[in-house]
């Protein structure tokens, strides 16, 4: 028996959906009707973030060939460019082919053959059109200019943006630690008149992120520090809100960021964890008392690791 999300019928299209983007859906079983309901799989353990009931039911093994999740969404769109991990050579190709074709607004593909080194940059090769990896992208009404080559930058964090965003109080003092071009930055100060300092080790990506601070009217400030984190954290004091996006590594940073927490602010902690690494997650931060407000999972990353959002306050 696993989870299953259940929704009726006439719900069942965006809530597949969005069950989607969030990376809830377990591929390898398939999604049930009966006259009133849809059954939507879970991955396991995950706590969904939607509206409707969950039920253990029996799995139905889905016909179709097993997928891995980290080609699932098969690409992403960053502005007029579109990037497949797909691995078959072929495949690869004709997709790129075909989006070219298809999409007026794309102009080149390439192939990420996988992320390196502490700037977490992808090995990015050509697959069809020109060869531009500098593009301008739009989430939640926030503007960037990245380099893909150069910097770190995921669109399937977007809807997390956005939550964090909204989660956010005018006048508070918010520390987003491994900000990347600032996406989360940028959102929350697009909004809210607050302060945001916003850190990173890649001087390429502090070069995007003050481009993008020049495009958006923002109503807060962003503050960019290109330096190591620790190294900056010696010269910040404590802020009501504490963003963590190092999914690899983000645990190594954890009681450094505790630090520099206020009592009763939030942590918005992420990690690729699977379901035992999950379990000993929860554990470590139980023991530091941490009140957990929300555990759910942002999106699939391989065939057992998902990238898990837990969102903590300090008491
Ligand atoms: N939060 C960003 C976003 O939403 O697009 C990107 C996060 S990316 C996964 C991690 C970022 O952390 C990279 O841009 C990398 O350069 C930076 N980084 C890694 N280790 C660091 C360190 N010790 N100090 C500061 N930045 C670091």
């Not at 696993?2 to 069950?19: F, T, W, Y």
Request: glycine share 6%.
């Amino acid at each position: 028996m696993i989870d299953h999300l259940k929704v009726p019928k006439g719900m069942a299209q965006s809530a597949i959906e969005r069950a989607r983007k969030l990376g809830m859906v377990d591929n390898s079983f398939s999604i049930q009707t009966d006259a009133e309901y849809v059954l939507i799989p879970l991955i396991a353990g995950t706590a969904p973030f939607m509206e409707y009931p969950t039920v253990k039911a029996q799995g139905r093994p889905s016909r179709r060939k097993y997928q891995p999740l980290d080609t699932h969404g098969a690409f992403d769109v960053i502005g007029h460019i579109a990037i497949t991990k797909i691995r078959n050579r072929e495949k690869a190709e004709s997709l790129a082919q075909s989006l070219i074709k298809a999409n007026k607004s794309i102009s080149t593909v390439y192939l990420d053959t996988g992320i390196w080194g502490e700037y977490r940059i992808r090995n990015l090769e050509l697959l069809a059109g020109t060869d531009n990896p500098v593009a301008m992208y739009r989430e939640n009404s926030v503007v960037m200019a990245l380099d893909v080559r150069k910097v770190y930058f995921s669109p399937r964090l977007a809807t997390e943006r956005m939550l964090v965003s909204k989660d956010v109080r005018d006048g508070e003092e918010v520390l987003d630690m491994f900000a990347g071009i600032g996406p989360f930055s940028l959102n929350i100060a697009r909004w809210h008149r607050c302060t945001v300092h916003a850190i990173d080790s890649n001087p390429d990506a502090i070069y995007y992120m003050q481009q993008s601070i020049e495009l958006n009217r923002l109503n807060g400030k962003v503050i960019p520090h290109n330096a190591d984190v620790e190294a900056a954290l010696y010269q910040l004091n404590g802020f009501h809100r504490i963003i963590m996006n190092l999914p690899h590594d983000s645990f190594r940073y954890l009681d450094v960021a505790l630090q520099h927490l206020h009592p009763g602010g939030t942590l918005y902690y992420y990690e690729m964890l699977d379901i035992k690494t999950l379990e000993e997650r929860m554990e470590e931060l139980r023991s530091r008392n941490l009140d957990l407000l929300q555990k759910r999972v942002v999106h699939g990353y391989s065939s057992r690791e998902s990238m898990f959002a837990l969102w903590l306050r300090k008491p």
